[in-house]
């Protein structure tokens, strides 16, 4: 997996607490991306980074933040988990922008009960 | 109207056929294009990209794009069980001096032996 890997891979939490999604590289890449993976609606972007401290949203960005202050780690937070976002969360990365090749990591399945 | 669309399958091809795969998108704008391969629980990993009409073949994979129909095809020939997968197919449009990238649902592939 491109030297992608996502911590946990698997985590089930209760409606309303906080959770953190960890996504780590050894690849050095400049731009990393969470997305969500759900039946009927393909991958969906998230959030982006194109560098460190510098991260914009994506098209369901509502009730998810991010943090990176590491090239290597790029961090999704959940403040208040609800059961909507359960899902597959996939942390990417890529050389260049958005319109290039992307690396996946391996996933992080999120039941939120 | 989605933006980018796949039929959701299954494709079933016997083994040693062509499989065909095909994606419609909706902005005229779209200007790359990308297959991944998704097997069931795993990461997507990318196939082929393709920028300009025409085809472009990559050993048993070509990818087809016609601008003016907006649809984007990806052949697979001696189509081999280790091929059934779901096929996901990206679009990258510049938007408002972003780029901004919309997955299809997929389509999934069922080679029989």
């Known amino acids: 997996d491109a030297g992608i890997t996502q911590s946990p891979r698997h985590k089930v939490t209760e409606t309303g607490t906080p959770v953190t999604l960890r996504c780590h590289q050894t690849?050095?890449?400049?731009?990393m991306y969470w997305y969500r993976q759900d039946p009927g609606h393909g991958l969906r972007l998230i959030h982006y980074s194109y560098g460190v401290k510098d991260t914009d949203k994506g098209e369901v960005s509502d009730g998810y933040s991010v943090s990176r202050s590491k090239t290597e780690d790029f961090l999704l937070t959940l403040e208040s988990a609800t059961s909507s976002q359960t899902s597959v969360y996939f942390c990417?990365?890529?050389?260049?922008?958005?319109?290039?090749?992307?690396?996946f990591g391996p996933g992080t399945r999120l039941t939120v009960l | 109207q989605k933006e980018v669309e796949q039929n959701s399958g299954p494709l079933s091809v016997p083994e040693g056929a062509i499989a065909s795969l095909n994606c419609t998108y909706s902005?005229?704008?779209?200007?790359?294009f990308f297959w991944y391969r998704q097997y069931s629980g795993k990461s997507p990993e990318l196939i082929m990209f393709?920028?300009?009409?025409g085809d472009k073949e990559d050993g048993r994979f070509t990818a087809q794009l016609n601008k003016a129909s907006q649809y984007v095809s990806l052949l697979i020939r001696d189509s081999q069980p280790s091929d059934s997968a779901t096929y996901l197919c990206?679009?990258?449009?510049?938007?408002?001096?972003?780029?901004?990238?919309?997955f299809g649902t997929g389509t999934k592939l069922q080679v029989i032996p």
């Open positions: 393709i920028y300009s009409n």
């Open positions: 902005d005229r704008g779209s200007q790359s």
């Open positions: 990206a679009v990258i449009v510049n938007s408002g001096g972003y780029q901004k990238v919309t």
């Open positions: 690849e050095n890449h400049r731009y």
């Open positions: 990417a990365i890529s050389e260049q922008g958005v319109g290039n090749e992307q690396f």
